[in-house]
């Protein structure tokens, strides 16, 4: 018997399957074609802006609104590349695909959040710092407290648009995602706390500030001008004050006096804590000069208040504190200034004439003469500066991260802003410095300004020498007396104290107190590795440790004070450290040494 013949309809049924079977397959590829097309689009573009970051701080830094301007239009470009690239339709149906769909649905989302801060913040502060820079900080003597004030609103819009941002991005779930994508959100996520950060103290500072300027009713303004030849923790003795009275902008300096118009006291002129009194002696609340002997600015403007009252019968509404550091910055707003005998003051040998010069040439009335005729110029050639608001904030950037400008208000509400800005004082900014952060203070034991002659190096060091392997840090300062051998024997009183107060003429005597981390104790100080007697205390909240040395000209010591950490994990210490003449250099990084 013959084969029966193949049913014709089911072999053509067949191959329609096949070919739908096979056309869903070219699809699927084509797909997977075009969205992996995509996510290399969005990768690329990604990259790219995660690398315009220190772009747009090098050029907020230099005041550079041509480059920043540039920098805002290529994250534009990007962000808008990258949004338009993961809004693709067959992104989203791939977004349902087991494992991969929820990494694409990471980065869909942190795409479409960087396309709101485009809109929302990029675009709105470039516009404002170039409304900023068009403008003049300073007319005719007065700060122009309505351009300051103008920067609040957008600034505030800004920080709410990075607050909202931040929660979507931050609650992406991590679990799941490729280690490449889960990376890239907290990279995300990092870069917006730090740039959300910055525009809220902005927002905030702006929106005090025309109040502290007099806005709405005169404010009178106590200005201490620290001297960083003869150190103390908040950087140097406060010798001369000059009182401003601002109102509506305009401000005039009312009067000026020197520490020898004050009288010292027996007893504190306001309470200081015991833990204070313990590191530093009972010098804080008697003398005027030791008002920042203290770390904490808070007291410090208090009893600069208090002190002030005594003298002149009215107290400050705000307490500003600056170093000669912060008066050379302003130079690049000022132009040079012609002193009193004729000579220009300039940039270069700043130093040499305004903190040492005046202490080895002239008497104690001729210094007071030449620092007040000194602030008085400077005072001018401030208010009648035609710098811009970049200039200013680019002059001063380096003093403010240093901590050489610090303020205090007695309006709660302003009070409350300056706690969380870098203005808030010694103490505040170890507290903002997060929890691996230590802060190395330095007060001058001389009373005299030898301190031009001190050297600083500064290094700390991590690891264990404990059966409980808890981390110890130790934290390594290095003192040397760079004064010549002959200083004790020529160099004049004001300079070297004329070992009026127990150290030898041309030594240098320094109290040197390292803070730790909260919850932190303490594990010993040592001098040139041999152990010393150290005041161990908690003050302000931190664990302190502090001892003391003195140098003859050329002798060098090396002060290790260690502190143990509460419980297990890695450290990577940070250090701060009162704000000195020289910047300190960097002490080589060691192995912790046990034994």
Not at 359 to 378: A, G, I, N, S, W
Not at 551 to 565: H, K, M, N, Q
Request: glycine share 8%; proline share 6%; with cysteine.
């Amino acid at each position: 018997m013959g084969q029966a013949s193949p049913d014709p309809t089911r072999r053509r049924r067949r191959r329609i399957v096949g070919w739908t079977v096979a056309g869903l397959l070219v699809i699927l590829v084509g797909v997977g074609v075009w969205v992996t097309s995509r996510v290399l689009v969005v990768r690329d573009e990604l990259a790219g802006v995660a690398q315009l970051q220190q772009r747009a701080e090098r050029a907020l830094e230099d005041g550079d609104v041509a480059t920043l301007g540039d920098v805002v239009s290529e994250f534009d470009r990007r962000v808008d590349a990258a949004q338009a690239a993961a809004s693709d339709p067959f992104w989203r149906a791939a977004e349902t695909v087991p494992g991969l769909g929820q990494n694409l649905h990471a980065a869909r989302v942190v795409t479409t959040q960087l396309h709101r801060i485009a809109l929302d913040v990029a675009d709105p502060v470039l516009a404002l710092t170039e409304q900023l820079t068009a403008g003049e900080l300073l007319s005719d003597g007065a700060i122009d407290v309505a351009l300051v004030s103008s920067a609040a609103a957008p600034l505030d819009e800004a920080r709410t648009t990075l607050r909202d941002v931040q929660s979507v991005v931050d609650g992406i779930p991590r679990d799941g995602l490729l280690g490449e994508v889960a990376s890239g959100v907290d990279d995300v996520s990092s870069m917006l706390s730090s740039v959300g950060s910055a525009v809220s103290g902005l927002a905030d500072l702006s929106d005090v500030l025309p109040g502290m300027l007099g806005s709405d009713e005169p404010r009178r303004i106590l200005v201490m001008l620290q001297n960083n030849a003869e150190l103390r923790s908040g950087g140097g003795i406060t010798g001369s004050f000059a009182e401003l009275v601002a109102d509506g902008g305009k401000i005039e300096l009312t009067r000026q006096a020197d520490s020898s118009e004050f009288r010292r006291t027996k007893t504190e002129i306001l309470p200081v804590p015991a833990s204070t009194t313990a590191l530093y002696g009972d010098i804080v609340g008697r003398y005027v000069q030791n008002t920042t002997t203290t770390p904490d600015f808070d007291l410090s403007a208090r009893l600069a208040s208090t002190w002030w009252e005594g003298l002149t019968g009215h107290r400050p509404d705000v307490v500003v504190s600056i170093d000669p550091l912060v008066l050379r910055a302003l130079l690049a707003v000022t132009g040079p200034i012609t002193l009193e005998d004729g000579k220009v003051l300039e940039r270069d040998g700043f130093i040499s004439r305004v903190l040492i010069a005046p202490y080895l040439h002239r008497e104690p009335k001729e210094q007071t003469v030449f620092f007040q005729d000194l602030t008085d110029r400077f005072f001018r050639s401030v208010l009648s500066s035609s710098a811009p608001p970049s200039a200013w904030i680019t002059a001063l950037r380096a003093p403010i991260d240093q901590g050489r400008i610090s303020v205090w208000s007695d309006d709660e509400r302003e009070a409350e802003v300056i706690a969380r800005s870098p203005f808030a004082g010694a103490l505040e900014r170890h507290r903002q410095a997060g929890d691996d952060a230590f802060m190395v203070y330095l007060n001058d034991a001389t009373g005299a300004k030898m301190d031009s002659s001190l050297r600083v190096e500064l290094g700390a060091v991590a690891g264990s020498c404990r059966a409980d392997e808890r981390t110890e840090v130790a934290v390594q300062v290095r003192l040397t007396n760079d004064a010549p051998a002959d200083a004790g024997e020529k160099w004049p009183f004001s300079m070297t104290g004329s070992g009026r107060w127990g150290v030898t003429a041309g030594h240098i005597a320094t109290a040197i107190a390292v803070a730790a981390p909260a919850g932190w104790f303490p594990g010993g100080t040592t001098v040139d590795a041999e152990r010393v007697v150290s005041v161990d205390v908690e003050d302000g909240g931190f664990p302190t440790s502090a001892t003391e040395v003195e140098l003859a000209p050329g002798e060098s010591a090396l002060i290790e004070v260690r502190f143990v950490a509460p419980e297990l994990g890695e450290v990577s210490p940070r250090l701060l450290h009162t704000p000195l003449l020289f910047p300190p250099d960097e002490l080589p990084v060691r192995e912790l040494a046990c034994g």
